[in-house]
Structure formats: structure tokens, C-alpha cells
């Protein structure tokens, strides 16, 4: 159960973080680019996630 509040904390602050991170890029809020910056955002977190989780499996299983 704390990981699930950790883990859902993490992706209210990745969210916050991406939209202040986009903007600093240069996009403005509700403009395509902007909704693309935060999709790309999305797919590198939920690609880290993964590859975070195939890794601790792969250390249990050792």
C-alpha cells in the first residue's frame, strides 16, 4: 500500500514537473505542442518505469 502512495505522489509531482518543464521549453499551455511535449514526457516516465520495475524483478530473481 505505501508503494502504491509513493508511487502516485511521484506521478502528481512528474506532472507538475512536466508541464513547468514544457512550458520552459518554450510551449504554451493548450497548444498542440505543448500537448505533444507532455505526451513525450509521459512515454520517457512510463519507459523509465518499466525498465525500473524489469530491474527489480530481475534482482529478485537472482
Known sequence: MKEIAVAFALAMTSCVSDQQVCANF??????????????NRYA???????????????QQQS
Not at 26 to 39: D, H, I, V, W
Not at 44 to 58: C, E, F, G, N, T
Request: proline letters at 3%; aromatic letters at 6%; charged letters at 5%.
Open 26 to 39: 518554450g510551449y504554451t499551455p493548450g497548444t498542440e505542442a505543448f500537448a505533444n511535449c507532455m505526451q
Open 44 to 58: 520517457q516516465r512510463q519507459q523509465a518505469m518499466q525498465s525500473s520495475a524489469a530491474q527489480q524483478q530481475a
